[in-house]
């Protein structure tokens, strides 16, 4: 088992507030937890949770 604070990130494909309500307290458990997530992603996130998390964008790949 991890600690929280022991995570360096968490991917995030989608957000659905019934998919995702832990990401906040992962948040403020670990404020420097890196999230990589889709740019609306992060829109949703300061809407829904009202927090700005360090981010790093998933790039979109086609084929």
Excluded: Q
């Amino acid at each position: 088992m991890i600690e929280i604070c022991d995570l360096d990130c968490v991917v995030i494909h989608h957000m659905e507030p019934d998919h995702n309500g832990l990401i906040k307290a992962l948040h403020e458990k670990n404020p420097g937890i890196t999230l990589i997530e889709r740019s609306m992603t992060n829109k949703l996130m300061r809407s829904l949770y009202g927090i700005s998390p360090n981010l790093r964008l998933l790039r979109t790949v086609r084929y």
